[in-house]
Each structure stands twice: as C-alpha cells, then as structure tokens.
C-alpha cells in the first residue's frame, strides 16, 4: 500500500529503527518474554506483543506487568528477560531486504542513521555479527542513552535529536525518510515531522496502522524513486 505519491516528496537522508526492522530481534525478545511469563502461567499474546513493540524497556514492561496481572514487577521482568536475551540475541538475524537496501542507499551517498529505543549496550550486541553492515550508518541513537532525549517513542524526541548528529545539517525534517515497523516508533517519526515507511508485522491489524507515507510488506517491496532516489538496479 502506497500513499498517493503525488504528496511524496524528495528526501536526502533516511533512518532505520533497528528491532524488527533490519534485525529479526523481536522473534527472540517475544520468545524470551513468553519463557519468562510462563513461569507464571501467562502468554505473551499478539495484541500485547503490538502494543509493547517499539517502546521504551520499562514503559513496555510495566505494560506488561500491568496488563497479564504478573506478580513480579517490571524491573524483575526486565532482569529475568535480559537474562536470556544476552545469550541469543548475537544470533539475530536480518530482515529481508534490509542489507540489499542499506547497501544500495550507501552506494549512492546517501547519510544514514539508526534510531533504536534500545539501550547501547544491547545495541553493539545486537549487530556485533554484521560489523561491515553498520559501520555504513553515519551514526546511531540510542535513546536510553542521551541525557538531552527526555520521552522515548512515540514521542518524536528521539528522531528530533538523531537528526541533528548529521553533518552537514538537515534544513527540514520533511526531507528526512524514516523505516519503522511499529506503531509507536511509526508516530514518532511522524510527530518530528518526518516521511515515514512503515513496515509492518503481519500481526497488526491494517485498521491501526498510523497515519505514514505508505506501509509495504517487506524492504524487498521498497521503491527508492518513490522518494526521489536511485532506484535498485539488481531486478528483484
């Protein structure tokens, strides 16, 4: 599905959400989450794996906490969680489509950036098994991490702040492509003022999805000239 293109406009620079989006990390933190919650004779269920997805850690927990009624608190899910998650998330795999579109965007010049809600740490862990991949990446926000990002997503704090650590300067925010899968990352980027691409998970119902440029299966399914950019000249 692709909005009326007419009202598409040119961009120069783009920015990937990191979980989900280039990397299948939330195959392992649902199946991790789920291991946990089954101690306690609960589930993590599609609806409340939507509504946690793209959140801050402990704003998404809480949720969780609150909405299975668990009887620990979000810190102790977050430490039992975290747990698990260091061993396998090194294994994380990429999303389709996501290295053939960040090698073609670099081959062309254009400035890229990832904007992830994760902490930094779990960040380096995340990619450590494509080094050569993310080094293409002008830079990375961790939001966790910078004292001047006060709201996580969906509130555009993060990808205000992102844009900023590019150099030369950005003049307008609309010249900006943001790649989401998520919901609240999607408003995020929306609320900065940016164009947005949101790439879906299956689960989520098309009635909530918000308010993006357009909304495509898969990055296979993207078209740079969309935008104004090189188009892919390999034939998929």
Known sequence: MIANEKFLQPVTHVIFDLDGLLLDTETVHGECINEVMGRFGKQLTCDLAVQIRGRPQKEG?????????????????????????RKRFPESKLMPGAERLVKHLHQH???????????????????????????????????????EISRGKPHPDGY???????????PNANQVLVFED???????????????????DESLDKSKYPNVTCAIKSL????????????????I
């Open 182 to 200: 998520s919901v609240s990352g999607a408003l995020s980027g929306i609320a900065a003022g940016m164009q947005v691409v949101l790439v879906p």
């Open 61 to 85: 927990f809480q949720l969780l906490v609150e909405k299975a009624n668990l009887p620990i608190s979000a810190d102790e899910l977050i430490q039992l969680t975290d747990e698990k998650e």
């Open 160 to 170: 205000l702040f992102c844009v900023t650590r590019f150099n030369p300067p950005i």
């Open 109 to 147: 010049s254009i400035p890229m950036a990832v904007c992830t809600s994760e902490k930094g740490e779990y960040y380096k862990l995340k990619i450590s098994k494509y080094p050569e991949l993310f080094k293409l990446m002008h830079h990375a926000t961790c939001i966790p991490e910078e004292k």
């Open 220 to 235: 296979f399914d993207f078209k740079p000239e969309w935008f104004h950019l090189p188009p892919f000249d390999d034939g």
